[in-house]
């Protein structure tokens, strides 16, 4: 069986990538996520399952081969499992991935690799169980430990530990040895990711300053990125099982290379992370074709990807990382 070949758009970039955000609903409280003053109140999601389902068919129509479900906190959602197994149906999709908080994963990893879920995300911005607190507002270090242990044992691969880089004190150089640790003894690739400014009041760490830290300490060798690499800057240290990576949107950024849509949990669906919402997709949800008129608005939000981030809206004005998708 033959599929579509990914639509470029007008720069010649291909657009093979979909990131559907769940739920806005967490668990935790990141700074870098959640805007200073947040509503207490808990939102009801914007999808069911059968929404995720019909975006994600749509998008593989079109040519797009990779999928990630991403919130918000994704595992807040009972019907997840039921969601993966349904998107591995989709005839075409090469690619399904998750990217968690870690708090609930140790008891659900298994359920949802025997779903068909492909490998993982999880976010861990520190190995201080106290630091790790703070930046969260209020996470449980070990949770993530043993959510991590349970997604390599579930055969979930690769997986990637994302740390953001949210301030010059968020990740103390005494801290880095503990990542080294976790890539010597374990098939895990940690990237330290530039904190991107969706919150006025996170402060700013660029990568460099990490793999300056790690070089004057260890040998760091360029390697290729395992699959599903994206933008990350991989190396490898000697005896390492695992990778470091650099993900640099703001020192450096990779609009050039960019792949991706994105779709909100409240619907809407964007070219570009710092970009205003092209569209809603909840009209076209809730009309006679929905594949239909989700692939059409697929199709405008793929020509009108802007040539960089700094060709839009100012980043101050976009909403907060837990209603985009991390």
Known sequence: MSFPVPLTDSLGRRIDYLRISVTERCDLRCAYCYPQRDSDSIPSDTFSATDVVTIAGAAVELGLRRI??????????????????????????????????GQMLAGRAAALANAGLMRVNISLDSFDPDVYAAITGGGDLAAVRRGLDAALAAGLAPVKVNVVLSSPAA????????????????????????????????????????????????????????????????????????????????????????????????????????????????????????????????????????????????????????????
């Open 68 to 101: 990630r479900l991403t919130g918000g906190e994704p595992l807040l959602r009972g019907d997840l499992e039921d969601i993966v197994e349904r998107l591995r149906g989709i005839p075409g999709l090469q690619d399904l991935a998750l990217t968690t908080n």
């Open 171 to 326: 990740l103390d150089r005494a801290a880095l040895p503990a990542f080294v640790e976790l890539v010597q003894r374990q098939p895990v690739h940690v990237r330290f990711i530039e904190a991107m400014p969706t919150c006025s009041h996170v402060g700013y760490l660029p990568a460099q300053s990490v793999l300056d830290a790690l070089s004057s300490r260890y040998d760091l060798r360029p390697v290729v990125g395992p699959e599903g690499a994206g933008p990350a800057r991989y190396y490898q240290l000697d005896g390492s099982v695992g990778t470091i990576g650099v993900i640099t949107p703001i020192s450096e950024p990779f609009c050039a290379q960019c792949n991706r849509l994105r779709v909100s949990a409240r619907g809407e669906l964007r070219p570009c992370l710092f970009g205003p919402a092209e569209s809603s997709l909840l009209p076209a949800l809730r009309g006679r074709d929905p594949t239909g008129d989700v692939l059409h608005l697929l199709e405008q939000a793929i020509a009108a990807k802007p040539r960089r981030y700094g060709d839009v809206a100012e980043p101050s004005g976009i909403s907060s990382m837990h209603v985009i998708g991390g």
